[in-house]
């Protein structure tokens, strides 16, 4: 699509807004005269003495050298990148107890209940995993819908080890394709390191002693959301 100018012409030499209407649309008259920009004073040329007769006493040497070699094509130099990613902004909607509705990924459709927001600004949540199955994983806030219903969790019973390295998968070391390997087919899924099964217990713990203070919360968790025919999300109150 071409961009066609605001001030367009109308006919050959004449603008359809005039100059005092560009100024205003613009709203070139709020904007401050830029002050003077200090400029650094360039190096000076330095002058060496040469002996001899014939060689005119004196020579100029310069104080930036101009480079021996050059590309014999022009090198496109990258620009410098002055963006960096910031923690996400945690919704007001999101407190810690909320009960949220997972809507990608393999447990889309199971309500979570929110734990805390991580330091790299993903949502730390639990099914818990002995009611709906989902274990203590970390979601983007963009996928996730917060309902009205929330647990009264002590945040301070949640254990200091779920942050962001908790998840971290150590990297395993690449090995030379052999043809012992090719028939050797798929390894055995390692099982779950025993520390990290006695923290999910430990925090499930803390989940469900708030849940079973609350009428039918517990089914309600357990409970997968789904949307009937003719029903709009939009329209829906959580």
Do not use: W
């Not at 006919?11 to 005039?18: D, E, L, R, W």
């Not at 150590?170 to 990290?196: R, V, W």
């Not at 430990?202 to 002693?209: G, H, N, R, S, Y």
Request: charged residues 25%; hydrophobic residues 40%; aromatic residues 6%.
């Amino acid at each position: 699509m071409v961009h066609k100018p605001r001030n367009s012409l109308l006919t050959a030499g004449v603008n359809k807004y005039s100059r005092s209407q560009v100024v205003a649309k613009r709203v070139l008259y709020k904007r401050k005269p830029a002050g003077a920009v200090a400029v650094c004073p360039a190096a000076a040329n330095k002058t060496v003495e040469v002996k001899g007769a014939k060689n005119g006493g004196s020579r100029v040497i310069a104080a930036a050298k101009a480079p021996r070699f050059y590309a014999a094509e022009d090198v496109a130099l990258p620009k410098k990148n002055r963006k960096h990613a910031g923690v996400a902004k945690l919704r007001s909607t999101i407190v810690p107890g909320t009960v949220l509705i997972l809507l990608a990924g393999r447990y889309r459709g199971k309500r979570v209940v929110f734990l805390k927001q991580l330091e790299s600004g993903l949502l730390l949540v639990s099914g818990p995993f002995k009611v709906n199955g989902v274990p203590l994983k970390r979601v983007n806030q963009a996928y996730v819908i917060a309902t009205s219903t929330k647990v009264e969790l002590d945040a301070s019973k949640i254990d200091a080890q779920l942050n962001d390295a908790y998840f971290a998968r150590p990297k395993a070391a690449k090995k030379a394709a052999t043809e012992e390997a090719f028939f050797e087919g798929e390894k055995k899924k390692e099982p779950l390191a025993e520390n990290k099964v006695a923290l999910q217990k430990a925090t499930d713990k803390v989940i469900l002693e708030a849940v079973n203070k609350v009428e039918h919360l517990r089914q309600y968790l357990s409970a997968k959301f789904s949307l009937s025919k003719g029903q709009a999300p939009h329209a829906l109150q959580f």
